[in-house]
């Protein structure tokens, strides 16, 4: 398993700062244990703060608020297409990187410096809408984030064989591997049904 100590020149490099560059990389422990701590947190604060009979229905809404927010992402903001060599390089920062080296296990998840902040502001955001209990909904969005970047993870660095993780996997791998512009889904699947983005199986297209 690689850890932080393993960046090395093979890498894709993104930034010229050394520091920059570590802060652009994430092993699965430590991105485990930032979000073993984190869950909790929220989930407690929201307790404290906002207890109620509907958190667990502000907890579903949320975790449906991720899969549209993870398609939407993806879609339009990761495979952004522009003409602006700025924005082309964003867009390589944010996303391209990992197309062009897909099973880089440094990569595989959203570093911190991005995912935090994010999810600040993704907070702040829920205790604008629905004042306190704004954070049983955040603690789905979290959730569901967590458990995406997770998957995501396995599909690319675990085999995956049981019937049910072989299909997440398949589907994400025909992104890849058949055409960027569709499954753009990894846990909220259903979008790509929905939105006609699925990429059929060679089976289902024979």
């Known amino acids: 398993m690689e850890s932080l100590s393993d960046i090395s020149n093979d ?14 990389v994430i092993s699965g ?15 407690v604060m929201g307790a404290v703060s906002a207890a109620t009979l509907w958190a667990p229905a502000l907890i579903i809404a949320g975790l449906i608020f991720w899969t549209v927010t993870e398609y939407v992402l993806h879609r339009f903001v990761f495979h952004f297409e522009t003409e602006s060599q700025l924005m082309q390089r964003m867009v390589f920062i944010i996303h391209g990187n990992h197309h ?16 935090i902040p994010v999810g600040c502001a993704i907070w702040a955001m829920c205790l604008w809408a629905f004042g306190p209990v704004g954070t049983w909904v955040l603690l789905g969005f979290m959730t569901g984030y967590v458990a995406y970047d997770l998957v995501h ?3 690319h660095q675990w085999p995956m064989k049981g019937a049910f993780t072989r299909m997440l996997k398949s589907h994400h791998m025909r992104h890849h591997h058949v055409h960027v512009h569709g499954n753009y889904a990894i846990t909220g699947m259903i979008w790509d049904r929905v939105l006609a983005t699925r ?8």
């Open 153 to 155: 993870y396995a599909c």
């Open 199 to 206: 990429i059929l199986s060679v089976k289902e297209r024979t």
């Open 29 to 43: 422990p430590v991105f485990m244990s930032i979000w073993a701590i984190l869950l909790p947190a929220i989930a």
């Open 11 to 24: 890498r894709i490099r993104l930034f010229r700062s050394g520091f920059l560059e570590r802060l652009t």
């Open 100 to 115: 062009a080296d897909p099973n880089d296990p440094l990569r595989n998840l959203m570093p911190p410096i991005v995912s």
